[in-house]
């Protein structure tokens, strides 16, 4: 580790040259540097000003890098200069006042995050999990860390396609409990409201029409292991009542039994809804949500990580054809690197297997192996008709169109063919138009709120809100 010092003065070189000294007594390897980014380190200040919170986020690498801030006195810090240091890039910042205290904290930290990097490069958290970006590898050392070192709840929250599954996966393989069973999944849009009591608490023989023989439930299957419950926010009310005494209680009757029988998981959930937003709309218990978020964690989408795109595409190739990794042609990784993924990384593998599938012989997979749905024409290549597309334009600059009026008509036009074309189909019909869903969508209601615009209200008559007859 580095450790750099912002502060001037006898005693502050008295204080880096203890710090230095400490450290390497407490067992790191400490290099004194100059004013230089590259952690991970520690920053020693005597004041918070812009060339501190400059080199914390330089050192830091925006954060990816763990940085601890140490005040050489309590007078460093003024009110709020604590969050404006975290927020400029420091993981943590403590004040050197009890020198032993202070370096114990730092070490401690330190081995820590060693530990937790350490798990983040073992074989068991680089299965599936790919990515290198630094929002991604944040999110990543949260879950290792709530994984290894806590046995509370766990809320992941994302878009469908972001890698929740394999995110629960990864907390139950990493749960210290000892001689754990397999993890337990439940995915609550498949609960049948009339055999979700079987389906979680389980039942016994001739408890109900159909029971020939007894059944263990959810709650039994995931004891002294992990519960995942996928989509939890689908679970219909009476059912979250029930899961809510069970997590609070840790025990549970059988259908049919008037025996309790005690359980003991961890429990891990995932949604794409916003379930606060949910209770306030009184669809989600909001005293649940508090017993399930003990630690949150949101997966970022793939249009918020761009630079993983390449090693998803890299490491679907490598499952798809273990004889040997095909490559790209430019043109190929060009046009995956810019489309957009609204089914996020589930989205890039089926469309990353279509392409494997499609591709025979040597060589690279190139643009005949794209699927014809898929195709676009590059904006940047000369259409054929060319002068045909010319004269309307030219036509309608004669007759005192404006340019706004004309791309606003051009892109009406062109939303209007590519829908009746696709039969309105909303997953072709923007692939055409080299936009997303969402996007269209937007254009659509924007055109439709222009259209009712075009009827003021001023023009109705007051008197009776019926349109004025100019009488």
């Known amino acids: 580790m580095k450790l750099w010092s912002l502060s001037r003065g006898e005693r502050a070189e008295l204080v880096q040259r203890h710090i230095a000294g400490a450290l390497r007594g407490a067992g790191l390897e400490v290099e004194v540097r100059s004013i230089a980014p590259g952690g991970p380190g520690v920053i ?36 709020g200069d604590s969050w404006r240091v975290i927020g400029a890039g420091a993981s943590d910042v403590v004040t050197w006042s009890d020198s032993e205290q202070c370096i114990a904290h730092v070490a401690a930290r330190f081995d820590r995050w060693r530990e937790v990097d350490s798990l983040l490069e073992s074989v068991v958290a680089r299965e599936g999990l ?3 970006s630094p929002r991604w590898r944040s999110v990543l050392r949260q879950v290792v860390e709530a994984a290894r070192f806590t046995d509370a709840p766990v809320l992941i929250t994302g878009e469908s396609g972001t890698g929740k599954e394999l995110i629960a996966r990864l907390i139950h393989l990493l749960n210290p409990r000892p001689k754990k069973p397999g993890l337990v999944v439940v995915d609550c849009t498949t609960i049948v409201p009339t055999l979700s009591g079987s389906e979680f608490f389980g039942h016994e023989r001739g408890s109900f ?27 219909p009310l009476p059912l979250q009542a029930e899961l809510l005494r069970v997590v609070q209680e840790g025990a549970y009757k059988q259908v049919g039994s008037n025996t309790w029988r005690n359980t003991s998981f961890r429990l891990v959930c995932a949604t794409n809804r916003e379930l606060l937003s949910e209770a306030a709309e009184g ?35 490598s499952e798809m054809r273990p004889d040997g990794l095909c ?7 060009e046009f995956l690197l810019a489309r957009s993924y609204p089914g996020n990384v589930r989205d890039l593998r089926h469309l990353v297997f ?12 190139t643009l005949g192996d794209v699927p014809e749905e ?40 062109a939303v209007s063919i590519a829908l009746a074309e696709e039969d309105g189909n909303a997953s072709r019909a923007p692939r055409r138009l080299g936009v997303t869903a969402r996007a269209l969508q937007l254009r659509r209601a924007a055109d439709a709120r222009t259209q009712l615009g075009a009827y003021r209200p ?14």
Do not use: M
């Open 209 to 235: 029409t159909g029971a020939v023989w007894a059944r263990e439930g959810a709650f039994a299957l995931a004891d002294g292991g992990t519960l995942f419950l996928d989509e939890v926010g689908e679970l």
């Open 44 to 79: 020693v200040f005597d004041a918070v000003s812009a060339e501190l919170c400059q080199l914390l986020a330089s050192a830091s690498c925006g954060g990816d890098e763990r940085i601890i801030a140490i005040a050489s006195d309590r007078e460093a810090l003024g009110d």
């Open 374 to 413: 898929e195709r676009v024409v590059s904006p940047r290549q000369p259409t054929q008709d060319g002068g045909a597309f010319e004269e309307p334009v030219r036509r309608a600059l004669a007759r005192g169109a404006t340019l706004k009026e004309i791309g606003r008509t051009a892109a009406e036009t």
């Open 283 to 317: 669809r989600f218990r909001r005293d649940l949500y508090y017993r399930i978020a003990g630690s949150t964690f949101h997966l970022p989408p793939l249009r918020e990580r761009p630079q993983d795109i390449p090693l998803f595409i890299k490491h679907f190739l």
């Open 458 to 471: 001023e023009e109705r008559d007051e008197g009776n809100g019926s349109p004025s007859s100019g009488n």
């Open 327 to 333: 490559d790209l042609d430019d043109d190929v990784r």
């Open 354 to 365: 279509r392409l494997s599938y499609r591709h025979v012989g040597p060589g690279p997979l």
């Open 130 to 132: 790919v990515g290198e």
